[in-house]
């Protein structure tokens, strides 16, 4: 039987309070199918009150658990060499629809009001006004001309430059917001993965015999 076993972490895993991180929660793993289910099966630790909403599994922690339940076998690390474990009601992170509604009115007033002081500062109407002469040559002409077209391209702008038309994509590459977004969680998981390593080893010193 092969004894190597080959594991690679989630980045991120989510599970309900008090409840027991297993194996099969945090990791992917290839191996013999038999010693693959009973590993899967194992107990990596188990949630208290205290630990808060967020925890961090590092690799050795992994591979100290695996090897005092299987000795002797080789284990091949892929990938991350932790893992954050959010604690969630449910095992389910749920949008907070109130922040969400309230982020939205912010961003939309917010990019109106830009538009309009943009607008105002540059003397939007007198240029819509001195292109639509140029175009028809009458000075009495009414702006419109310009100013529906000019409407009609910002909100058009918007839809490519957001790669967004209503439930559907244009193409698969991912708009600048998502990868805003994406950086946004990065940093957000970085942080708190910095912040739960610097709790572990003040804990270490404070109590060096646990």
């Known amino acids: 039987m092969d004894t190597t076993v080959y594991v690679r972490l989630r980045r991120r895993a989510v599970v309900p309070p008090l409840s027991s991180i297993r194996l ?26 205290e630990d808060g909403h967020f925890l961090v599994i590092d690799m050795l922690h992994i591979v100290r658990v695996v090897r005092e339940a299987e000795p002797g076998i080789a ?43 943009f607008h105002a500062d540059v003397n939007m109407p007198q240029v819509q006004r001195r292109v639509t002469q140029l175009l028809t040559g009458s000075p009495d002409w009414h702006p419109r001309l310009f100013q529906i077209p000019y409407s009609l391209g910002v909100g058009l702008g918007m839809l490519l430059f957001f790669n967004r038309l209503f439930r559907r994509r244009p193409t698969d590459e ?21 912040e739960e390593y610097r709790k572990k080893h003040e804990q270490r010193r404070e109590n060096p015999h646990d």
Not at 174 to 194: A, C, D
């Open 174 to 194: 991912p708009n600048p917001l998502e990868v805003e977004m994406f950086m946004y969680q990065e940093n957000v998981n970085h942080y708190v993965i910095t």
């Open 24 to 49: 099969n929660d945090v990791a992917r793993i290839v191996a013999d199918p038999e010693l693959e289910r009973r590993l899967l099966r194992l107990e990596l630790l188990r949630i208290r009150p």
């Open 75 to 117: 284990i091949e690390t892929y990938g991350e060499p932790h893992v954050l474990v959010e604690v969630a009601k449910d095992g389910v992170v749920r949008p907070r629809w109130i922040v969400l509604a309230l982020a939205w009115l912010l961003l939309f007033f917010g990019s109106g009001m830009a538009l309009v002081n």
